[in-house]
């Protein structure tokens, strides 16, 4: 059968964030993509100049309500990634639930572009709080942050508190990209966290956990947080009922491309010198045979698996 995603995410001429991010690995797995892009930009702003336009919430409901009078409305994922502000915000939330309302089963992935210890992913304007995300939750299947329930993690059972806290609001898998704690693997290691609850066919709910040291790169890149997210919709789909597995090849691909492009940017950039932001695109198309079929370089350990 046939796997369609409705990808709202920003959008780059140059360069690989938002949809540009999304849509490439997302049809290599199969699956098609119809993109509406938030904003529309020359390249990400990191680099020294951009140039672009903003999507308004009028426009947004102006594309899609072209693709309803086409009845062609029809999904089995939505992707939601940076968004400017809370009008934009409710029309996407009225979009989600007209899908959802067509199609109980279409699944909602959401990747609310925020950054950790206060600051922004993305340097696009974004100056409201993460507060004003909380509505997609209730509509939400997958998430991939925990400053939504504005708690700090310190602890693995803060973690664990903070997913079973955002399993309440709405979503029934949790992944916390990075957090604070200290791996036992050393500092050049970072910790990500997941938790999927699942319905067995005697109705009761499994519960698994999952922990997985993640190594870093001395690099700023952008538009991974966006291919997180697409490679999670891809994977889980794979393997609905195995979070393990799923983070495993996520996390994989992700190791990959991120080794490729920092050994490309680094041979460009010459010795002794710190890559440019055009050096560090990500090395995406490069990295086909990875995404299809990555190599598991990062094992994810089971924390917790009950049955209630």
Known sequence: MECRVLSIQSHVVRGYVGNKSATFPLQVLGFE??????????????????????????????????????????????????????????TVVDIIKELKKANPSLVYV????????????????????????????????????????????NTEEDAIEVMDLLHKMGP???????????????????????????????????????????????????????????????????????????????VSVMHHVIKRTITYANEMAGPGKRPTPAQLELRMVQSKADIENPAIVVEAKVLQKSSQ
Not at 49 to 75: D, F, M, P, R, S
Not at 116 to 136: E, F, I
Not at 218 to 227: C, I, R, S
Request: aromatic share 10%; hydrophobic share 35%.
């Open 110 to 153: 959401c990747d609310p572009v925020m950054g950790d210890q206060g600051a922004m992913v993305s340097s696009y304007p974004h100056t409201s709080s993460y507060a004003k995300w909380q509505p997609l939750l209730l509509f939400c299947d997958i998430i991939f942050h925990r400053l939504l329930t504005g708690r700090k993690i």
């Open 33 to 90: 993509v119809d993109s509406i892009n938030s904003v529309q930009f020359s390249n990400h702003t990191g680099y020294g100049h951009w140039k672009g336009q903003v999507l308004t919430a009028e426009e947004l409901n102006v594309l899609y309500e072209g693709i309803k009078l086409n009845n062609v409305n029809h999904y089995d994922y939505i992707l939601t990634g940076y968004s400017r502000d809370i009008s934009f915000l409710v």
């Open 172 to 250: 029934e898998t949790v992944v916390l990209t990075s957090t604070d704690l200290p791996s036992k693997q050393g500092d050049q290691f970072l910790v990500a966290l997941g938790s999927q609850k699942i319905k067995k066919p005697d109705g009761t709910n499994t519960d698994q956990k999952i922990c997985m040291d993640i190594p870093k790169v001395d690099a700023v890149f952008v538009g991974t947080g966006d291919l997180f997210a697409a490679l999670m919709l891809a994977w889980t789909h794979q393997h609905p009922k195995d979070l393990k597995t799923a983070c495993e090849k996520t």
